[in-house]
């Protein structure tokens, strides 16, 4: 007779009781994942595909304009605050604009500037020519703003309607550049920096060398921010029908002006003709209600969001066939020029090398339109780039630089022997001068007691030691090499713009320019938007009829998959349930924190570097 097992115990049992318990909700919560996934694969479709009759477009710039738009980590969207700014692509924002505005489905564009926080002027400005162009097919622009900065009110006047909110105001300061200057900290700290440079404006060092503006970076930046305001304001008096004079009065004059208004900054842009008509939120809503009708799903009014838009038309646009036309290949040099693979967005690097290379090797490419947003980078890497550019020239292949808000010192290398150069009037550009930088902290150190000594094979061992003094041969090596590649930067615009060498050294210097007064020196061909230049690189490769391809690294199935799946996921809004105010705190820190690293950069450098890049250029209006 068998023997029969002994009952398990009490907390056996329960011990296998909660491991079932735990098998079971594994398999379910895996089960809900997976239907959760596909949900987000297929599930948001029909939503993405439906644009209503009659809307009104709302293009929510609720984040800087960029060229090009990085790439997100799509594990990180998870945790993306959805209120966060999110980079909107130039061509996304007038591909979306010129589908509104031959679409029956649009009957109007309300556009919300409430949370942009700017960008670069010529960009400003390539928006505004996009939003005429939307106002040329008959329908209107509405603007309802409860406050509007100075780049946000430069895009409202554009608008046909411009509403403002009784308690809200709006206020124009200027343009000014104001860099913070760390020579008596330095001293203090008993850090010595050695700089290089060619160039007597190239003032992107200065900042470690003095505690004020030296008087030839204050020419030239004087000249750069009268030229910004001038066409700012131009711009937003053409808009506003109003004279030149009264903005510049008004800003003179605010205090006095805001105190005849009796302190109410709305009344005072009413009674100068800066908006239309003073409404709060609801009543904007309600007229807009009157216009395109109320959304039957419980919203205010008939609208589309300008992100769900463009998806829809793009979906909707299905190829008929094999597009037969020539292509003209526009490839995006973004951000800082330097070695390395960055992302696209981050910076310029060997993918841009790759794309041009693509494009020159592609026989379906019949020219290039290089547009550039970029402060300068390394000389080695900027030759890099324009190396590439020249061999397509050499191939047949015409090529057109496009300089977008920023194209300075090595980012103007890149474009300099183009076939021709077309900026915005607005673009910063020019800086053609060349530094090095190097820090020594043998003072600092020796004073907390902490020294370096040793011995070295030749002359230049150990001469990139910052504990040790700079070495002599170190220096002259560095003073010869910023000269030759300034040389070189000049004889390099010298052909590519058909100037005399010492034509060139006259307006190079290191010198930052607008784009119109670069344009009358002859470092600039034509004013114009990226439009301009495709028209252009079109007529040099003789082309009557073409289609315009963006070059963009491929993406593998898997980013895609990844990219979609992430969209969804954010949208769950999983970071709403973190305090919003502590993210809008870390999100500031982060931003100083991108600003200051570019200084941090060069101080951490323990080689010694050579820099053909603008540090000192303005950045984005705000």
Known sequence: MAQQEPRPGFFRRVGRFLTTLRVVLSNLFFVLGLLFLLYLLFGTRDETLTVPDGAALVLELDGPVVEEAPVPDPLSLLFQDQD???????????????????DARIRALVLDVSRFPGTAPATLSAVGRALERFKDSGKPVIVGADQLSQAQYYLASHADQLYLNPAGQLIFTGFAIQPVYFAEALEKLRVQVHVFREGVYKSAVEPFLRDDMSEEDREANRALVQGLWQEWRDTVARNRGLEPARLDALVNEYPDRLRAADGDPARLALETGLVDELLPRDAVRARLADLVGTDPDGGSFLAVGHRRYLRNVRLGALPEGRDERPRIAVVVAEGTIAGGTPEPGGGTGEPTVRLIREAREDDDVRAIVL?????????????????????????????????????????????????????????????????????????????????????????????????QPLNPALEDILTQQVAHSYRRFVDLVARGREMDPEDVDAVAQGRVWLARTAAEIGLVDELGGVELAVERAAELAGLERWRVDYAEPPRSPAQQLLERLAGGMAASSLVGMLDSPTLTTLRRVSRWADESSRWLDLLAEREPATWALCLGCPGAVR
Request: proline share 5%; net charge negative; glycine share 12%.
């Open 84 to 102: 966060a700014p999110r980079p909107i692509a130039l061509r996304d924002l007038t591909e979306t604009l010129e589908r509104a505005a031959e």
């Open 371 to 467: 547009r550039v947003n970029s402060p300068g980078g390394t000389p080695f890497f900027s030759e890099v780039v324009r190396r590439e550019l020249e061999l397509a020239q050499v191939a047949g292949k015409p090529v057109v630089a496009s300089l977008g808000g920023i194209a300075a010192s090595g980012g103007y290398w890149i474009a300099a022997t183009a076939d021709r150069i077309v900026a915005d009037a607005s673009t910063i550009t020019g800086s053609i001068g060349v530094f090095g930088l190097t820090v020594r902290l043998q003072d600092s150190t020796d004073a907390l007691g902490v020294h370096s000594d040793g011995v070295g094979t030749h002359r230049l061992s150990g001469a990139g030691n910052p504990f």
